[in-house]
């Protein structure tokens, strides 16, 4: 008798329900015998799809990239490189705020290894072409290397931080897109951006 066939569901069903597990209690409440019960299968279906804990953990963080991956190729590009960088920095805040578990493992939790270094290395040289474009296109001043990955870590890091301070409860919902609109909005003046320029960008890219 052959052997069943590996369900993609149960995979699913897995990292999904160890994402919980590492962002309510932390790695250490993560075994075999918690992540089965968790997603209502046995200890032994999780050894058919991962050779053990530490697995896992990189699943879950794989998995929070991809799907952040794909929100930002489902944001359309316009004639506008600023307007478009904002576009992609509310799909990274909607990914963040939609998936909290997966979130925490991918930023919030020191990673066992680099398993999911490619994936996140991905996704910041996206945000490092984004803001080269709009250098590009004259709406940013010119800057060396060092300059345009200064930039790009400053608005990661302004993303991050709300999205960080709205999944841990420390910042309302409602208040995640006014502070992003204001602070994208000032960061651009500072590139070089002309303000009213940069607000026309940022209520498009807000849309």
């Not at 597990?21 to 046995?42: C, D, F, K, Q």
């Not at 709300?162 to 909005?185: C, K, N």
Request: overall charge negative; aromatic content about 6%.
């Amino acid at each position: 008798m052959s052997p069943r066939p590996a369900d993609p569901a149960v995979r699913g069903r897995l990292v999904e329900a160890a994402a919980r597990i590492l962002a309510g209690e932390g790695p250490h409440a993560l075994t075999a015998r918690r992540l089965a019960g968790e997603a209502g299968t046995s200890t032994m279906a999780v050894y058919t799809y991962f050779g053990g804990m530490e697995e896992v953990r990189g699943a879950v963080r794989k998995e929070g990239f991809a799907r952040l991956a794909a929100d930002l190729d489902a944001t359309p590009t316009s004639d506008d490189p600023v307007a478009d960088l904002v576009a992609a920095g509310r799909a990274y805040l909607s990914n963040g705020l939609a998936n909290p578990h997966l979130y925490r493992a991918m930023f919030l939790e020191k990673p066992i290894d680099d398993a999911a270094a490619p994936e996140g290395e991905a996704a910041f040289q996206r945000l490092v072409e984004a803001v080269r474009r709009c250098m590009d296109a004259g709406r940013f001043d010119p800057v060396d290397p060092m300059g345009l990955l200064g930039w790009s870590v400053q608005l990661w890091t302004m993303r991050h931080g709300l999205v960080s301070l709205a999944i841990a409860g420390l910042l309302p919902l409602e208040h995640v897109p006014l502070h992003f609109a204001d602070m994208s909005t000032r960061l651009f003046v500072g590139y070089g951006d002309s303000r009213e320029a940069a607000r026309r960008s940022v209520e498009q890219g807000m849309r």
